[in-house]
């Protein structure tokens, strides 16, 4: 009997230690199938984030430790000043503006579940260095002496980066002073400035976005296109991968390297995708200054003294020894004062601005809880609740054949005075007209309280725009976005009556949203069924058609046809040969698209804003009652001839015949090698493949253009580089038996060279051949290419030192 006993309580305490043990330890099954794709499996949100964080640094440790240097405000410290002090500056803005302090506030907040995946990710970072080394990390940053274990505040203020735009102010921010003190501006640092504010709002992240509902896809369930264009360097890309808590979330997808969780994705129920809004997250202030103190404003009848704080960071010179620099950054009520260009700060006058997600911290649940929703109802809660996208349109579908839209970005809830004054403005105030119809700004009185942001009951965060407020759309045929605004996310049920810092209405589309909305509608890829299949689906986004030449080339051609040369700054170019190569041109942007080079040399000789307009470029104007037929038709003829010259000469002085296919052109440089690569300028072609080349702050290595051909944007001696576009493209059909998904990451999976994952889908995307996303256990079985399960102590709970 005593023994029997003994066994009994040997027995009960086996079943109590074995729970605490497992408390106290993360375990995750990582299996990676082709593609190097990682379906990771936990039992709880540490352990998942243990594995994700230890998985993605397997991929992209050099991006991850990177990005945290940002974090830590040590850009400069690592790096140098920078080109004229860009990285001094970051790093003063992200230490001005607390987004370190604000990333513990934020942690604090979180649930349990949520600050153990934050601290099992960073876990999971730390012990993939810790096991390789420095030394032995085998990418670009070996042997760097900021690659250091990071922290879970660490890891939550990179993600805080991303979430607020005042960060990428940091030049206006800095060089922003009284008039009486000495100027850290220049000619070339204003030139800079110019362009940030001009690109703030440019959707400098671009996208497109299709929901598929159940009367317009081929089997009656929902179908769903995600596109989004993010760099093809540097942080700002996405990594893939298969989360799963049994019994708890199943869901596969993207987020950008070093956040957990999956931003774009799927799960059995529903799928999602994003695209960057046309709504103004900032709202500028113009302050009226007290006279002899240009550090004092006026705010309706009293005085307001502006704040400011030095700021001291370190700064690694050329010969490596370490400095301090120091900036004093200026506050008004609002936030940081700005040097805008061509405004200043003078004895009268400055400008200030406010941003709608300096309080943001629930994006991370947010995702969550749409990872987990069983239905679209779910995913609609989801952003009721959460109402914490930053930036961005979510366009979702649902296995019962729902399609949903919503612009989630948070913007300022101004009163229906203010607004209306401001309306007013655009009329009779050159600044207030000029900023907004050129760089999409919105200017507003700051000495004036009419104009501060109004408090709603169900606003999530003070003075920001309720879930009921915001543009959002259901059908059963599609909704769609492509960086435009709400007005026509069905072009048969605009969407009107919204606040206008959510973007325009009634007003011009660029060519790319009006292709999306053509190859959407013209049935050109439904067939004679009149409804999209997956198949369809995808031969329709990379059909590559140019919109601008389906608008513009046949004109072309017809004035060019009887014109043999034309004077071209004082040389007779004969064009004659241009003109039969653009006759025999396609229209498209594939690797075998003769004509495409020398098309692109023409339009994008004209400006931008010629794109949505009547005058140089187009002679029928933007009409709101047909936008996606205007503006149309070839205007001026002699321009377009003088045009076509200047094409030709740059082809010319580039060594490349007129007929050259784009294939032979067009590049993107993984390491050494040169992929041939499709697609266009969204902006000027209006291809929704869009793919370009931007600048990147990033430290990784990669290919830049030394010096474009001259008269060419983009055309280098070593062709157009690519380095930015068309990134995770998936395409996702619900069908009885669940989610049938397929995809390409144009960059693919890893950021190693001499990874096998380091090159195989760009020659997918190059191809147009798409891979199975495998989600179902069965077929990530028939798959494995390795499998590890990574056990290790549990870290203990972060406290409000980050620690």
Same mark, same amino acid.
């Given at each position: 009997?005593?023994?029997?006993?003994?066994?009994?309580?040997?027995?009960?305490?086996?079943?109590?230690?074995?729970?605490?043990?497992?408390?106290?330890?993360?375990?995750?099954?990582?299996?990676?199938?082709?593609?190097?794709?990682?379906?990771?499996?936990?039992?709880?949100?540490?352990?998942?984030?243990?594995?994700?964080?230890?998985?993605?640094?397997?991929?992209?440790?050099?991006?991850?430790?990177?990005?945290?240097?940002?974090?830590?405000?040590?850009?400069?410290?690592?790096?140098?000043?920078?080109?004229?002090?860009?990285?001094?500056?970051?790093? +003063?803005?992200?230490?001005?503006?607390?987004?370190?302090?604000?990333?513990?506030?934020?942690?604090?907040?979180?649930?349990?579940?949520?600050?153990?995946?934050?601290?099992?990710?960073?876990?999971?970072? #730390?012990?993939?260095?810790?096991?390789?080394?420095?030394?032995?990390?085998?990418?670009?940053?070996?042997?760097?002496?900021?690659?250091?274990?990071?922290?879970?505040?660490?890891?939550?203020?990179?993600?805080?980066?991303?979430?607020?735009?005042?960060?990428?102010?940091?030049?206006?921010?800095?060089?922003?002073?009284?008039?009486?003190?000495?100027?850290?501006?220049?000619?070339?640092?204003?030139?800079?400035?110019?362009?940030? !504010?001009?690109?703030?709002?440019?959707?400098?992240?671009?996208?497109?976005?299709?929901?598929?509902?159940?009367?317009?896809?081929?089997?009656?369930?929902?179908?769903?296109?995600?596109?989004?264009?993010?760099?093809?360097?540097?942080?700002?890309?996405?990594? @893939?991968?298969?989360?799963?808590?049994?019994?708890?979330?199943?869901?596969?997808?993207?987020?950008?390297?070093?956040?957990?969780?999956?931003?774009?994705?799927?799960?059995?129920?529903?799928?999602?995708?994003?695209?960057?809004?046309?709504?103004?997250?900032?709202?500028?202030?113009?302050?009226?200054?007290?006279?002899?103190?240009?550090?004092?404003?006026?705010?309706?009848?009293?005085?307001?003294?502006?704040?400011?704080?030095?700021?001291?960071?370190?700064?690694?010179?050329?010969?490596?020894?370490?400095?301090?620099?120091?900036?004093?950054?200026?506050?008004?009520?609002?936030?940081?004062?700005?040097?805008?260009?061509?405004?200043?700060?003078?004895?009268?006058?400055?400008?200030?601005?406010?941003?709608?997600?300096? @309080?943001? #911290?629930?994006?991370?649940?947010?995702?969550?809880?749409?990872?987990?929703?069983?239905?679209?109802?779910?995913?609609?809660?989801?952003?009721?609740?959460?109402?914490?996208?930053?930036?961005?349109?979510?366009?979702?579908?649902?296995?019962?054949?729902?399609?949903?839209?919503?612009?989630?970005?948070?913007?300022?809830?101004?009163?229906?005075?203010?607004?209306?004054?401001?309306?007013?403005?655009?009329?009779?105030?050159?600044?207030?007209?000029?900023?907004?119809?050129?760089?999409?700004?919105?200017?507003?009185?700051?000495?004036?309280?009419?104009?501060?942001?109004?408090?709603?009951?169900?606003?999530?965060?003070?003075?920001?725009?309720?879930?009921?407020?915001?543009?959002?759309?259901?059908?059963?045929?599609?909704?769609?976005?492509?960086?435009?605004?709400?007005?026509?996310?069905?072009?048969?049920?605009?969407?009107?009556?919204?606040?206008?810092?959510?973007?325009?209405?009634?007003?011009?589309?660029? !060519?790319?949203?009006?292709?999306?909305?053509?190859?959407?509608?013209?049935?050109?890829?439904?067939?004679?069924?009149?409804?999209?299949?997956?198949?369809?689906?995808?031969?329709?986004?990379?059909?590559?058609?140019?919109?601008?030449?389906?608008?513009?080339? *046949?004109?072309?051609?017809?004035?060019?046809?009887?014109?043999?040369?034309?004077?071209?700054?004082?040389?007779? +170019?004969?064009?004659?040969?241009?003109?039969?190569?653009?006759?025999?041109?396609?229209?498209?942007? #594939?690797?075998?698209?003769?004509?495409?080079?020398?098309?692109?040399?023409?339009?994008?000789?004209?400006?931008?804003?010629?794109?949505?307009?009547?005058?140089?470029?187009?002679?029928?104007?933007?009409?709101?009652?047909?936008?996606?037929?205007?503006?149309?038709?070839?205007?001026?003829?002699?321009?377009?001839?003088?045009?076509?010259?200047?094409?030709?000469?740059?082809?010319?002085?580039?060594?490349?015949?007129?007929?050259?296919?784009?294939? @032979?052109?067009?590049?993107?440089?993984?390491?050494?090698?040169?992929?041939?690569?499709?697609?266009?300028?969204?902006?000027?072609?209006? +291809?929704?493949?869009?793919?370009?080349?931007?600048?990147?702050?990033?430290?990784?290595?990669?290919?830049?253009?030394?010096?474009?051909?001259?008269?060419?944007?983009? !055309?280098?001696?070593?062709?157009?580089?690519?380095?930015?576009?068309?990134?995770?493209?998936?395409?996702?059909?619900?069908?009885?038996?669940?989610?049938?998904?397929?995809?390409?990451?144009?960059?693919?999976?890893?950021?190693?060279?001499?990874?096998?994952?380091?090159? *195989?889908?760009?020659?997918?995307?190059?191809?147009?051949?798409?891979?199975?996303? !495998?989600?179902?256990?069965? @077929?990530?079985?028939?798959?494995?290419?390795?499998?590890?399960?990574?056990?290790?102590?549990?870290?203990?709970?972060?406290?409000?030192?980050?620690?």
């Amino acid at each position: 009997m005593i023994k029997k006993t003994i066994f009994t309580i040997l027995a009960i305490l086996l079943v109590w230690t074995i729970p605490s043990c497992e408390k106290h330890t993360y375990k995750a099954e990582i299996t990676r199938t082709s593609y190097g794709i990682p379906h990771i499996v936990a039992d709880d949100y540490g352990s998942l984030g243990y594995g994700e964080g230890y998985s993605a640094a397997e991929d992209h440790i050099c991006i991850i430790m990177d990005e945290l240097v940002n974090a830590r405000s040590e850009k400069a410290k690592y790096h140098g000043a920078g080109p004229n002090n860009a990285y001094i500056n970051q790093d +003063v803005v992200i230490k001005a503006l607390d987004i370190s302090q604000k990333a513990k506030d934020a942690f604090q907040v979180q649930s349990g579940e949520i600050q153990e995946w934050i601290i099992g990710y960073t876990a999971g970072v #730390n012990a993939y260095l810790n096991e390789t080394g420095p030394n032995n990390v085998g990418s670009w940053c070996e042997g760097a002496d900021w690659l250091q274990a990071a922290t879970p505040i660490e890891m939550l203020t990179r993600l805080m980066l991303i979430t607020q735009t005042g960060v990428r102010l940091a030049g206006l921010i800095v060089s922003a002073s009284p008039p009486d003190e000495p100027k850290l501006s220049s000619h070339e640092i204003e030139r800079e400035n110019l362009a940030t !504010l001009t690109h703030l709002n440019d959707s400098y992240f671009g996208s497109n976005g299709w929901a598929i509902g159940k009367n317009f896809s081929e089997n009656g369930k929902g179908m769903l296109l995600g596109n989004p264009h993010y760099p093809w360097v540097g942080s700002n890309r996405f990594w @893939e991968k298969h989360l799963t808590i049994p019994g708890e979330m199943d869901v596969y997808g993207v987020n950008l390297i070093g956040n957990p969780g999956v931003a774009i994705g799927f799960n059995k129920h529903v799928g999602w995708t994003h695209t960057v809004s046309a709504s103004k997250r900032l709202t500028f202030y113009k302050l009226d200054l007290v006279e002899g103190n240009p550090t004092s404003y006026y705010y309706d009848n009293e005085v307001r003294d502006m704040k400011s704080r030095l700021i001291t960071v370190t700064v690694r010179d050329k010969a490596g020894k370490l400095t301090e620099a120091e900036r004093t950054v200026w506050y008004s009520h609002y936030g940081p004062i700005l040097n805008m260009p061509g405004i200043g700060w003078n004895s009268k006058t400055t400008i200030t601005y406010r941003d709608a997600n300096a @309080e943001n #911290n629930g994006m991370i649940p947010q995702w969550l809880d749409m990872a987990k929703a069983n239905g679209m109802d779910q995913l609609k809660g989801a952003h009721e609740k959460w109402n914490s996208m930053p930036w961005i349109n979510t366009m979702a579908t649902s296995h019962d054949g729902r399609a949903w839209y919503i612009d989630g970005s948070a913007v300022a809830n101004l009163s229906k005075d203010a607004l209306d004054i401001w309306r007013k403005n655009l009329e009779s105030d050159p600044l207030t007209k000029n900023l907004y119809d050129k760089m999409g700004h919105v200017l507003l009185n700051g000495s004036d309280s009419r104009f501060e942001w109004q408090h709603h009951e169900a606003a999530r965060y003070p003075g920001v725009n309720p879930y009921e407020e915001k543009p959002k759309q259901e059908r059963s045929d599609f909704i769609f976005n492509a960086n435009d605004s709400h007005w026509l996310t069905n072009p048969n049920d605009p969407l009107e009556g919204y606040s206008p810092l959510n973007g325009g209405e009634k007003t011009a589309r660029s !060519l790319r949203t009006r292709m999306n909305a053509i190859m959407l509608t013209d049935q050109s890829h439904t067939g004679t069924d009149g409804k999209l299949s997956q198949t369809e689906l995808q031969n329709a986004i990379f059909s590559n058609r140019n919109m601008a030449a389906e608008l513009l080339l *046949d004109d072309l051609v017809a004035v060019c046809s009887d014109v043999e040369t034309i004077n071209v700054d004082g040389n007779e +170019v004969n064009i004659s040969n241009a003109c039969e190569v653009l006759a025999k041109y396609d229209k498209k942007l #594939n690797l075998n698209s003769r004509g495409a080079v020398l098309f692109r040399e023409w339009i994008t000789q004209y400006k931008g804003r010629e794109l949505t307009k009547s005058g140089h470029l187009f002679k029928i104007a933007f009409n709101e009652n047909d936008p996606m037929n205007t503006p149309r038709e070839l205007a001026n003829r002699d321009l377009a001839l003088k045009n076509l010259g200047r094409a030709t000469l740059i082809l010319d002085k580039a060594n490349l015949p007129l007929d050259v296919p784009l294939g @032979e052109v067009q590049f993107a440089y993984r390491g050494d090698e040169k992929i041939p690569v499709h697609g266009g300028k969204g902006k000027h072609e209006g +291809v929704a493949n869009y793919i370009n080349y931007r600048p990147s702050s990033t430290s990784a290595p990669f290919k830049k253009p030394v010096k474009y051909i001259e008269g060419s944007t983009s !055309l280098t001696k070593d062709g157009y580089l690519i380095n930015y576009g068309s990134s995770f493209i998936l395409s996702l059909m619900y069908t009885k038996e669940g989610p049938s998904a397929n995809a390409i990451l144009s960059y693919s999976q890893s950021g190693n060279p001499d990874s096998p994952h380091f090159t *195989d889908q760009t020659w997918l995307f190059s191809k147009k051949k798409w891979r199975p996303i !495998l989600f179902n256990a069965d @077929e990530i079985k028939k798959d494995i290419r390795s499998k590890k399960t990574l056990s290790a102590p549990r870290n203990k709970k972060v406290g409000a030192n980050g620690i």
